[in-house]
């Protein structure tokens, strides 16, 4: 929203999601920190366990990520009921340090059912020591972009970026 007395830009709180094609949702965030923080949190496995919060009842029990041009990206979570509950694994095809990386993700059940998959794109920018991350997600049709949409996936991921706030205030 742009302030009228003074013309600046002030960021949006929070998550927000646009779905500009029939298969793409685009996710936008700011963080209050530098890029270079951000981007390790995003794509560390020892930062990205202190802020990626699983389902009330799960456990993150594989987190791997190689963020160079065929790295692996691999996430699993263990349920009361299943180990693995779920599973997300990728490669990444594109990585320009701190400014964009691009992977592959491939969502299944621990039965190994494929639940989703899609190529993603994030994106970096940062200003006045504020980073904002735009992640472009193109799923391979609109039910499946429909289906993640309505998976309620926008309140883990922005449950999951809270608690990134948090750990990017803390000193490092």
Same mark, same amino acid.
């Given at each position: 929203?742009?302030?009228?007395? $003074?013309?600046?830009?002030?960021?949006?709180?929070?998550?927000?999601?646009?779905?500009?094609?029939?298969?793409?949702?685009?996710? @936008?965030? @700011?963080?209050?920190?530098? %890029?270079?923080?951000?981007?390790?949190?995003?794509?560390?496995?020892?930062?990205?366990? &202190?802020?990626?919060?699983?389902?009330?009842?799960?456990?993150?029990?594989? %987190? /791997? %990520? +190689?963020?160079?041009?065929?790295?692996?990206? &691999?996430?699993?979570?263990?349920? /009361? +009921?299943? $180990?693995?509950?779920? @599973?997300?694994? #990728?490669?990444?095809?594109?990585?320009?340090?701190? /400014?964009?990386?691009?992977?592959? /993700?491939?969502?299944?059940?621990?039965?190994?059912?494929?639940? #989703?998959?899609?190529? +993603?794109?994030?994106?970096?920018?940062?200003? $006045?020591?504020?980073?904002?991350? &735009?992640?472009?997600?193109?799923? $391979?049709?609109?039910?499946?972009?429909?289906?993640?949409?309505?998976? #309620?996936?926008?309140?883990?991921?922005?449950?999951?970026?809270?608690?990134?706030?948090?750990?990017?205030?803390?000193?490092?």
């Amino acid at each position: 929203f742009v302030n009228r007395k $003074d013309r600046t830009m002030t960021p949006k709180k929070g998550l927000q999601i646009s779905t500009p094609t029939d298969t793409t949702i685009v996710l @936008t965030r @700011t963080f209050n920190a530098p %890029c270079r923080l951000v981007w390790e949190a995003m794509f560390t496995p020892d930062r990205m366990r &202190r802020w990626m919060l699983p389902p009330p009842g799960w456990t993150l029990t594989i %987190c /791997e %990520c +190689e963020a160079r041009v065929g790295g692996a990206l &691999r996430l699993a979570w263990k349920s /009361e +009921e299943a $180990d693995p509950a779920m @599973t997300l694994q #990728g490669v990444f095809t594109e990585v320009v340090l701190h /400014e964009r990386i691009v992977h592959t /993700e491939t969502m299944a059940l621990g039965s190994g059912q494929t639940i #989703g998959s899609l190529l +993603e794109m994030h994106e970096f920018a940062e200003q $006045d020591g504020t980073t904002t991350m &735009r992640i472009t997600q193109t799923y $391979d049709s609109k039910q499946d972009r429909d289906g993640a949409l309505a998976s #309620g996936m926008d309140q883990g991921m922005e449950a999951g970026y809270m608690q990134l706030d948090a750990v990017l205030a803390q000193p490092a």
